[in-house]
């Protein structure tokens, strides 16, 4: 999958252009764009990887939903897939959005990851985060943070609430002036061995391809106004 990206330059740093990953079995590309052909994507490729009807209209209606969700968050930078690991189930078991950050918004792993880890003690209404594990390493493309989150959605009245499993990276390529956020969720809690290793092993595979260095020079001087 090749992705282009927002780029924003930053002083003796180079832009993230586009990025690749290398979608493992059981992945498939999520079209996000406003055509015709992405709008057709859930009933087609449904019918496609699902020989049998009604688990085949079971996969329609869940991937249109994951489609209109992130459709809605309105942002065109982002890149989404689904993981569905037995079609004939009717359930794509995991779905991942990723885009390119410059770090000006994000700020360096160790930034990104202490706000991670401030996820514990963001409580929402209707959402609870009951844990996360956060961890940093370096990867030959360069510093990786990650967290593992389990949150608790409950509407109110409800008796019992949905889990999710949601893990989080961000990949730092060294000299980019942005890294590369991913963030996979999950309600199957079946749906991997081991969610935190597995989803960082895809994340391993991103290949970035890096623009000129961006130099900034120095501000422009005003004259005295006519």
């Not at 699902?50 to 249109?64: D, M, T």
Request: with cysteine; glycine share 8%.
């Amino acid at each position: 999958m090749t992705t282009p990206v927002n780029t924003q330059g930053a002083a003796r740093l180079s832009d993230i252009v586009a990025f690749d990953i290398d979608l493992p079995e059981g992945w498939y590309p999520m079209p996000l764009r406003a055509e015709p052909s992405a709008d057709a994507w859930p009933a087609d490729f449904a019918e496609r990887l699902a020989s049998e009807p009604a688990a085949g209209a079971r996969l329609r209606e869940q991937l249109a939903a994951l489609q209109l969700r992130l459709r809605s968050m309105g942002d065109p930078y982002l890149t989404a897939a689904v993981y569905i690991p037995a079609p004939e189930s009717g359930q794509a078991s995991c779905v991942l959005g990723f885009k390119a950050l410059p770090l000006t918004e994000v700020g360096s792993p160790n930034e990104f990851q202490a706000s991670l880890e401030n996820d514990a003690a963001v409580q929402l209404p209707g959402r609870r985060v009951r844990d996360v594990l956060a961890w940093a390493g370096d990867t030959a493309l360069g510093p990786l943070v990650g967290a593992n989150n389990l949150i608790e959605h409950r509407n109110p009245g409800d008796a019992e609430g949905a889990i999710e499993e949601r893990t989080i990276f961000g990949l730092y390529p060294v000299g980019a002036a942005q890294m590369v956020q991913f963030i996979f969720s999950t309600h199957d809690l079946a749906a991997f061995e081991n969610m935190s290793q597995q989803t960082q092993d895809l994340v391993q595979t991103l290949q970035v391809t890096l623009g000129p260095p961006v130099e900034l020079g120095p501000p422009a001087q005003l004259g005295e106004p006519a």
